[in-house]
């Protein structure tokens, strides 16, 4: 998200509501509807059950919206458009390229998530899961800050 947004802003603070978000997945696929809901929170951009405006004003029903067919099925894809110029940006983050624990932190993160998510988990388990997973996050986080090669950014009508 701060990455299209800094692509059709550049150096002017974007203006919330008047960005239009499509998630190129369904809400309850996958982390779909959790990413909508961030962009939703960032943008103002919200689904049918989103505020319908004052008048013609500050209207964010329907500027996020979901579509299951991606334009690139090799990536999880979004597209910010913003509503003043037209100008939009195609998202795709392409999981090949992303950072992540070494082996035996992923290996375990798996053994100890069935536990976590099962409810059967001590607290120790659930907490090194918790750890592992907020360390693997903090990269992905420390990744996108600089340059990578798992976001891209392309122009798109």
């Given at each position: 998200c701060r990455a299209a947004l800094k692509h059709l802003y550049a150096d002017k603070t974007p203006v919330r509501g008047e960005i239009e978000v499509t998630v190129?997945?369904?809400?309850?696929?996958?982390?779909?509807?959790?990413?909508?809901?961030?962009?939703?929170?960032?943008?103002?951009a919200a689904p049918s059950t989103g505020?319908?405006?004052l008048g013609p004003s500050f209207r964010r029903k329907d500027l996020l919206t979901y579509d299951k067919k991606s334009p690139d099925p090799e990536a999880m894809?979004?597209?910010?458009?913003?509503?003043?110029s037209g100008k939009a940006v195609l998202c795709k983050i392409c999981h090949d390229g992303m950072p992540g624990l070494d082996f035996e932190k992923e290996r375990r993160m798996g053994e100890l998530m069935s536990g976590v998510v099962g409810g059967t988990a001590g607290?120790?388990?659930?907490?090194?899961?918790?750890?592992?997973?907020?360390?693997?996050?903090?990269?992905i986080f420390e990744s996108a800050r600089g340059s990578n090669n798992w976001l891209k950014i392309e122009d798109v009508r």
């Open positions: 190129y997945g369904a809400p309850d696929d996958g982390v779909y509807g959790v990413a909508g809901q961030i962009f939703s929170f960032i943008t103002g505020f319908k405006g894809c979004f597209k910010f458009r913003r509503r003043d607290q120790a388990e659930a907490s090194e899961f918790h750890r592992l997973w907020i360390e693997n996050v903090m990269m």
